[in-house]
């Protein structure tokens, strides 16, 4: 008998290396959580969300493994998630977030760095007015920004509000004239002797609806939370005498239940607004006249001025579009450059 023989290859000799995975077999079949409880999302911090469940309670929140990670994967203020687990809302309680309903709008931006230049962020979701709050003073106004902010809201589907605060410091008609053509609701404030005029116009704006404020720091968006919602206690800061910019005061979005019905939701303060992510026919679609016309543009179209055989430039030629339709097309481009343009101060 040969050695090999002697050894032999029964199975009772052969020893397997266990998994340290386990034995149990991996499956993409997910759990549908048909019992989850429907909640909003309130705030966001490090990993755990505050979040409104629709029985009143308050309580904290983890994202369950299954909902992946990165941006395209978010969970963001304002949206409304299925949760599971510990629903009691009880201090040192954890709910589980395993679902994100569909969205009614998005706010989305663009980073700009060169790490994650075109990558796709959700900052809100749900809202449906995007209040875009800027100083006619102290720090002056950006015009640039506030047109990278009504191409966002365009293109999320919201309804934009300009919000200009400090108007006992400059004149607000120059600065609306640029927007006339758009016909954006405007709301004018001021704070005089600690009370802030023109907050009724900007009650009445906000009550009913789910409201996002955006703007620079400085620009007066926490004294404006802090007056249409008693008790926010959102910190406010003054503006760099020296660079013109304000101090982010706001580390992170969240949302506020106002008393008259409705939610606002107040964000950091930003300095740039990226929009790669919005293409010109997007953008076009919240000018529904100038849409009408632009179906006679050839295929790819830029539909900026001078671009080969616009339509828009032939309307604007004929006489048919008339001092309005050519003061809205002249406003149209301005935004369409706004999207690539850099969000430097004025001069």
């Not at 199975?11 to 034995?23: A, L, T, Y």
């Not at 705030?43 to 309670?57: I, S, W």
């Amino acid at each position: 008998m040969s050695r090999s023989r002697d050894i032999g290859t029964d199975d009772e000799r052969v020893r397997v290396r266990p998994s340290k995975r386990g034995s149990r077999p991996r499956t993409k079949v997910r759990p549908q959580h048909d019992d989850a409880t429907t909640a909003r999302v309130l705030g966001v911090d490090r990993g755990r969300y505050t979040l409104l469940a629709d029985d009143g309670t308050r309580l904290v929140a983890m994202k369950a493994r299954e909902l992946g990670r990165g941006a395209r994967n978010a969970v963001v203020v304002g949206d409304r998630v299925g949760i599971v687990g510990d629903t009691s809302g009880r201090p040192g309680s954890l709910a589980r977030i395993v679902r994100v309903e569909e969205r009614s709008t998005a706010l989305r931006r663009s980073a700009e760095d060169s790490e994650a230049a075109g990558v796709e962020r959700v900052i809100v979701a749900n809202a449906d007015r995007l209040l875009i709050v800027t100083a006619l003073a102290d720090p002056p106004p950006r015009p640039r920004m506030v047109d990278r902010c009504l191409v966002a809201a365009y293109d999320a589907g919201m309804e934009p509000v300009l919000v200009l605060t400090k108007a006992d410091l400059a004149d607000p008609a120059p600065f609306l004239a640029q927007y006339a053509a758009l016909e954006v609701t405007a709301v004018i404030t001021s704070v005089v002797d600690g009370e802030v005029r023109g907050l009724e116009e900007v009650r009445d704006v906000v009550t009913g609806h789910e409201s996002v404020l955006v703007g620079h720091s400085g620009v007066g968006k926490s004294t404006l939370i802090n007056a249409l919602v008693p008790g926010a206690g959102r910190a406010t800061g003054e503006v760099n005498l020296v660079t013109g910019r304000g101090r982010h005061t706001s580390s992170n979005a969240v949302a506020l239940e106002l008393p008259g019905g409705g939610w606002v939701i107040d964000t950091p303060g930003v300095r740039s607004f990226g929009l790669s992510h919005v293409g010109p026919d997007d953008l076009l679609q919240a000018f529904p006249d100038l849409a009408a016309v632009s179906a006679e543009c050839p295929r790819g179209c830029p539909h900026e001025a001078g671009a080969l055989d616009c339509e828009l430039d032939a309307w604007v030629e004929r006489g048919d579009a008339g001092p309005a339709g050519a003061a809205r097309l002249e406003s149209f481009r301005r935004l369409l450059t706004a999207r690539t343009s850099p969000d430097a101060p004025e001069s």
